[in-house]
C-alpha cells in the first residue's frame, strides 16, 4: 500500500522562528490534508490540499502532487502551534478505498 | 451537528469485559471512519463506511473488533472481551462523500484497560 513519511520526526524552535515540514508519499494520491493535534489530542484541520498551495494566516502548504511531496510551511511561530502535525493520504482506485493513510507526524515545541 | 460527537470521552474497563463507543458524525456525511492511536504512535485505521455499508473493514485487528452504522448516521464501534493492548484513544472521523473531500475528526475516546 501507499506509504507515507514525514521529516523531521521532532522540532524545536525558539518563539518568532519560522520552519517547514514535510510529507512524501509513495504513489500518486487524490487527496491530502494536514492536521495539527494539539496537546489535548483533538486533531485539527489545517488544509485539504490535493495540488497547489495555500495559506492560512501565519501557514501555508504547497503539495507537487507530480512530485509526490507535500511541504507546510509554520512562519513566526508560537507557543501554541506546539503539539503533532499530521499529513495524511488518502487513493482510489488498485484496491483502495477512502480511507486517509497517516504519516507518523512531525512533533514540533516551540519554546517561548 | 456541528462537528463529530463522540461519547463517552474516556473510559476505563476490567479486562475481558466488553466496550461499546459511539460516534455521531456531522450531519449529511455519507462517509464515516473509525482510528486508533496508541499513546505516542500515529493513526491506525480500523474501518470505513459509506452509508450503513463498510467496503473496507481491513484494519479491524482481530474478531473481538465490529463495528455497525444504522441510518447512515451513528455508528459504534465494539470490542469484546478487551485486553489491555486495546487501551488507546479511538477516533472517529466524517466526510461529505467519502472520495476527495476534507475529513473531519471528533475529540475521541480514551480507553483504558486495567
Known amino acids: 500500500g501507499i506509504q507515507v513519511e514525514q521529516s523531521p520526526p521532532d522540532l524545536i524552535l525558539q518563539e518568532g522562528a519560522n520552519s517547514t515540514l514535510r510529507c512524501n508519499f509513495s504513489?500518486?494520491?487524490?487527496?491530502l490534508q494536514w492536521f495539527h493535534q494539539n496537546p489535548w489530542g483533538q486533531l485539527i484541520n489545517l488544509f485539504y490540499?490535493?495540488?497547489?498551495?495555500k495559506q492560512n494566516g501565519r501557514l501555508s502548504a504547497t503539495t507537487v502532487a507530480t512530485e509526490r511531496y507535500s511541504l507546510l510551511y509554520i512562519s513566526s511561530s508560537q507557543t501554541t502551534d506546539s503539539g503533532v502535525y499530521f499529513c495524511?493520504?488518502?487513493?482510489w482506485g488498485s484496491g483502495n478505498t477512502g480511507k486517509l493513510i497517516f504519516g507518523q507526524g512531525t512533533t514540533l515545541q516551540v519554546k517561548p | 451537528g456541528a462537528g463529530v460527537s463522540q461519547s463517552p470521552s474516556n473510559k476505563v474497563t476490567e479486562k475481558g469485559k466488553d466496550v461499546e463507543l459511539r460516534c455521531d458524525p456531522i450531519s449529511g456525511h455519507t462517509a464515516l471512519y473509525w482510528y486508533r492511536q496508541s499513546l505516542g504512535q500515529g493513526l491506525e485505521f480500523l474501518i470505513y463506511?459509506?452509508?450503513?455499508?463498510?467496503?473496507?473493514k481491513s484494519g479491524l485487528p482481530s474478531d473481538r473488533f465490529s463495528a455497525e452504522r444504522t441510518g447512515g448516521s451513528v455508528s459504534t464501534l465494539t470490542i469484546q472481551r478487551t485486553q489491555q493492548e486495546d487501551s488507546a484513544v479511538y477516533l472517529c472521523a466524517s466526510s461529505l462523500v467519502g472520495s476527495n473531500t476534507e475529513a473531519f475528526f471528533g475529540q475521541g475516546t480514551r480507553l483504558t484497560v486495567v
Open positions: 504513489d500518486s494520491v487524490n487527496n
Open positions: 490540499i490535493p495540488s497547489g498551495t
Open positions: 495524511a493520504v488518502e487513493r
Open positions: 463506511f459509506q452509508g450503513n455499508s463498510a467496503p473496507d
